[in-house]
Each structure stands twice: as structure tokens, then as C-alpha cells.
């Protein structure tokens, strides 16, 4: 897997891919800020701060002493996403995630962007818009789905395998 960039690191953090999605949350209480003695680290952080209100991905506003920081729906979305990409846990013996779309011609982008994600999810292209994998992402996927307003174009299944 390819190295996370210092932005995905802090996104990742944001969107509380290991502690559960969150929306809005403290980040920083602005005297313990301008106390770190580490000016490499925190550079690094607010460069990558600066790129996700950059990307829309994040906004920032005072509360008091502290720093909050937003995601944008863009921003949750991406997540999520990222959510999907990384989720190990496996479904149960004998059960698959299946994927099947059926996306018009005229919005091909969002259909390259779903084979893009699904192949990073390690789901495996069984035919020419059915994709299955054994990684439990379906609760994400249909998730994704619905912010997307794909319904129309995109199911999610779990499914029994097939014995060979």
C-alpha cells in the first residue's frame, strides 16, 4: 500500500477512522498550540490543515480557547471512503459483498471513481459492473451510496458463496 500523505494522516484522524465517524470535534486548544516546542511537527500539521480547507474538505472556526475543525460533506465523503479502503474485518465464512451498477454513460466519471475505490477495497471484478469481495464494507458502501444519490445505479449485497 502506498505511503499516506501528511493530509490523509490528519484527515484520517478527523474523520476518526479508528474511533468512529464523527462530524465536529475540538482539535487543538489554542494556548497548548502555541506552546508545542516541536515547530517540525506542528508545520507539518497546519500545512496539512491548510490543504484540507484547501481541497473543501474541512473547515475551522474558533470556540472559546479551542480550534474546531468541520468536514464538509466533501470531506465525509472522503472518509468514508477512505473508511472502505481500509476496513480488514472479513465477512463471515461463506459470505461475499457483492457490488453491482449499472451507472449511465454520461456520468462515466463517477463510474470510473466507484471501479477506482473498489479495486483499492481489494473487491475483485467478477464481470463488467459486478464486483465481490470478503471484506465487511457493505454497511460503508451503502452508506456512500445514499450520500450519492446513486441508489438508482449502484446495489450493495451481502451473499452465500457458492461452494466450488
Same mark, same amino acid.
Given at each position: 500500500?502506498?505511503?499516506? &500523505?501528511?493530509? *490523509?494522516?490528519?484527515?484520517? =484522524?478527523? %474523520?476518526?477512522?479508528?474511533? %468512529?465517524? /464523527?462530524?465536529?470535534? @475540538? &482539535?487543538?486548544?489554542?494556548?497548548? !498550540?502555541?506552546?508545542?516546542?516541536? !515547530? ?16 473543501? !474538505? ?5 470556540? %472559546?480557547?479551542?480550534? #474546531? !475543525?468541520?468536514?464538509?460533506?466533501? %470531506? ?6 477512505? $473508511? ?7 465477512? @463471515? ?10 451507472? @449511465?454513460?454520461? =456520468? ?6 466507484? /471501479? ?7 473487491? /475483485?471484478? $467478477? *464481470?463488467?459492473?459486478? #464486483?465481490?469481495?470478503?471484506? +465487511? ?9 445514499? /450520500?450519492? &444519490?446513486? *441508489? +438508482? #445505479? ?11
Amino acid at each position: 500500500m502506498k505511503k499516506r &500523505s501528511k493530509t *490523509q494522516e490528519v484527515l484520517n =484522524i478527523i %474523520g476518526g477512522v479508528t474511533e %468512529g465517524f /464523527r462530524r465536529s470535534f @475540538p &482539535s487543538y486548544d489554542y494556548d497548548e !498550540l502555541m506552546a508545542v516546542r516541536n !515547530l517540525k511537527e506542528l508545520r507539518g500539521r497546519k500545512q496539512a490543515l491548510e490543504r484540507l480547507k484547501t481541497q473543501d !474538505l474541512i473547515t475551522t472556526r474558533m470556540r %472559546g480557547s479551542k480550534i #474546531w !475543525l468541520d468536514l464538509t460533506e466533501r %470531506g465525509e465523503q472522503f472518509v468514508l471512503a477512505e $473508511i472502505i479502503r481500509c476496513k480488514s474485518r472479513l465477512l @463471515p465464512k461463506g459470505r461475499v459483498c457483492v457490488v453491482c451498477f449499472d451507472i @449511465p454513460e454520461s =456520468i462515466k466519471e463517477v463510474r470510473q471513481a466507484l /471501479r477506482k475505490l473498489l479495486r483499492e477495497a481489494k473487491l /475483485r471484478h $467478477i *464481470q463488467r459492473s459486478v #464486483w465481490e469481495g470478503r471484506r +465487511d464494507i457493505v454497511n460503508e458502501l451503502r452508506e456512500l451510496v445514499r /450520500r450519492n &444519490s446513486a *441508489q +438508482d #445505479w449502484i446495489r450493495v449485497y451481502v451473499a452465500d458463496e457458492l461452494s466450488k
